[in-house]
């Protein structure tokens, strides 16, 4: 359960109860954290509206956008969106392996492009201060201008998820580990959960 309480949909006011239930339905098992940005119905509209509306456009491929989320996940730790993101990221054709040793030197099943979409996930999260035009460089060998703003955008805004969802201890819903169990991901491989 949350630091905070559940917000149900007939709480909120009138004007975020379509983006309270689109996302509760349509962008994945993430009911628990949609029942807690409801306390603030303009950050549902704004911020569970963007991530539905940048959804519909898909102008990045949902591999590198999972590559991106999983990345940042396991290195802010966050184990909701680790257990949330592993499994899309196994529809995307990468094995269970790769999922679990995405931050290590090598990783199986990567080509050239997922190694670059790590590493600068990577730099996002932990050194934007410091990245090289020279990454910026390979980027455009492979992506438009839009799609490298839609992977930074994407990129830093986990890191905000992170900290949103394990700052009010955001619980996981129901069958979001037996998804990603059944998904072949060890659940040895999540982040410990914080304690008590």
């Known amino acids: 359960m949350a630091r905070v309480r559940d917000i149900e949909i007939d709480?909120?006011?009138?004007?975020?109860r379509e983006t309270y239930q689109r996302?509760?339905?349509e962008y994945g098992p993430f009911l628990n954290q949609v029942k807690v940005f409801a306390h603030r119905p303009p950050a549902l509209r704004h911020v569970m509206g963007l991530l539905l509306e940048l959804a519909e456009e898909q102008v990045l491929p949902k591999r590198y956008l999972e590559i991106a989320l999983v990345v940042v996940s396991k290195l802010n730790e966050c184990r909701y969106c680790v257990a949330h993101h592993a499994p899309r990221l196994i529809d995307q054709g990468l094995s269970t392996e790769a999922v679990e040793n995405i931050l290590e030197p090598e990783v199986p099943g990567f080509d050239e492009v997922?190694?670059?979409v790590r590493d600068y996930a990577v730099q996002v999260t932990n050194n934007f201060q410091y990245i090289r035009d020279g990454m910026f460089d390979r980027l455009k060998e492979h992506f438009t201008e839009e799609q490298i703003v839609e992977l930074t955008l994407r990129t830093a805004l986990c890191g905000f998820f992170n900290r949103f969802n394990d700052a009010l201890q955001i619980g996981m819903?129901?069958?979001?580990v037996a998804d990603m169990l059944a998904?072949?991901?060890r659940e040895e491989?999540?982040?410990k959960e914080a304690a008590e």
């Open 11 to 16: 709480e909120v006011p009138e004007n975020a």
């Open 23 to 25: 996302f509760a339905t």
């Open 114 to 116: 997922d190694t670059l």
């Open 173 to 176: 819903e129901d069958g979001v």
């Open 183 to 185: 998904h072949g991901v």
């Open 189 to 191: 491989s999540l982040p």
